[in-house]
């Protein structure tokens, strides 16, 4: 993808728009987790895949990694303060699909209904006016 290095709308797509990158910063936002919990919250990601993805969230600085001198060794992965100013994001991806994406079995939000009641008004009007 070609970027555009004066604009901060493609320097910041050329991070979140990885794939899993934005699924790992949703589940990373409630705090640390160890890698095999990323591995169930992200079904069907490869472990391999999710070893490159957090490393190169490493690398942008938007996952920090905490290792334990314990044996067996254990690691936690965490958002920095960078990885966390990309919650609004999530928050607002959150909200759109609420809205704008219900599935079937999901009633649709009210703002929904009221819009959508709006706009078969006004096309009985329009249809009105025509004939």
């Known amino acids: 993808m070609a970027v555009d290095e004066t604009c901060p709308v493609c320097r ?3 991070i979140v728009c990885g794939k899993w990158t934005l699924l790992l910063i949703r589940d990373l936002a409630a705090g640390r987790s160890r890698f ?7 079904a069907g990601i490869s ?4 070893s490159l993805r957090l490393r190169a969230l490493e690398v942008q600085e938007i996952v920090e990694r905490h290792t334990f ?3 067996p060794p254990r690691v936690e992965y965490a958002l920095t303060e960078k990885g966390r100013a990309l919650l609004p994001i999530i ?3 959150r909200a759109y699909g609420e809205h704008w994406l219900r599935t ?3 009633p649709p939000a009210p703002a929904a209904e009221r819009e959508a009641a709006q706009a078969d008004e006004v096309l009985a009007g329009i249809a009105g006016a025509i004939s």
């Open 12 to 14: 910041t797509s050329e």
């Open 36 to 42: 095999c919990e990323l591995e169930r919250s992200l």
């Open 47 to 50: 472990p391999r895949t999710l």
């Open 69 to 71: 001198p314990e044996v």
């Open 91 to 93: 928050d607002d991806m």
């Open 104 to 106: 079937a079995d999901r």
